[in-house]
């Protein structure tokens, strides 16, 4: 079975041949489906689009909707990212009693409650722009009502780790972000951003140029360029941190088959619940998305999903995508000599940017 370590290094994802048949029988369902504040009953009457439920918070955009049936979604990509991860919750070498957490756009607080779960030391905070998180968390874990896209009023150097996961086509100024990040990560603190690339691919040409999926990946990076949200943080997001002043920058890249062809037992399920989420998801990733911004018809829209639903499920198309995932560290507090003091002795002193001031946050692709 290939290893999580080994997925990072890109390696082709073998077919498993012996499995002949057309339609990927993993999945036989008919899947039709200022900063902080306070809630308040105007947030929690949410916005209805065709029959999805979406947040309202302010005036803040976001794609994706918030029922039930998203959410579904959302904790199935939660148990398949955390199988592309060996079984873990995060990469970055965080040490083995981290205080303060945040999870950035936690959705429905599945990652933040586990963290909590797994290091009792740590206080945990979720943010996201809606209220959909359940009532009974583990005592070290709240959520809070949040647009990240706003002046952070978190405290400097306040937390040892900073998640985000999932967030593609979601945000306008990821420098900014990442500098906000920066000044209220305390110096030796990680930040550890997993994202999708959402360009479907294959080794074997099976899904090539013109391909449904591919024109599915183009219509929405397209889009996401013209809301000025991308979708290609993934590929960017290295750069962008160094570039925000976090070091020791490391980026790791899975393939995620969509479906049960590869020959590797754990790539296998991997696959199929990559396969249920992404054919639950279809329907909210593109609704809002292709009404708003390309002005398509509901009919249009629909005809769209169905088409790209049955190429997901030909198993004859062994497409995947990656998964990027980029974690790095605020520098340490710097040590610096100090003139003599009254008495001959020295007294050291922290160099500025370890206090947490951080480097223009304009450096790096926009």
Known sequence: MMSAEEQAQGAEIAIDVNDDTDRDSSFEEDVTAESTTSLNDSILQYRTL?????????????????????????????????????????????????????????????????FADKFPSAQVVGTDLSDIQPRWVPPNCKFELDDAQLEWTFPPAHFDFVHLRCLMGSIKDWPYIYSEIYRCTKPGGWIEHVDMDIEFKSDDDS????????????????????????????????????????????????????GSWPSDKGLKTIGQYNLLYCVQGLEGWALWILTTILRWSYEEIQVFIAQMRAAMLKRSNHSYYEVIAVYGQKPEAKTEKAAPTAEGGEEPTESVLSAGAAPSASAGPS
């Open 50 to 114: 065709h029959g999805r439920r979406y947040h309202n918070f302010k005036d803040s955009e976001y794609w994706g909707p918030n029922d039930e049936s998203q959410n579904e979604q959302l904790d199935i990509g939660h148990h398949m990212l955390t199988l592309l991860l060996g079984g873990e919750l995060f990469l970055a070498p965080i040490g083995d009693h981290p205080q303060n957490v945040i999870d950035v756009g936690t959705g429905t607080g599945i990652w933040a409650m586990d």
């Open 207 to 258: 899904v090539g140029e013109g391909h449904i999926m591919r024109r599915w990946s183009k219509t929405f990076i397209d889009c996401g360029e013209q809301m000025g949200r991308t979708f290609l943080i993934g590929k960017r997001s290295k750069s962008l941190l160094e570039a925000a002043g976090f070091v020791n920058v490391v980026e790791k890249r899975y393939k995620v088959p969509v």
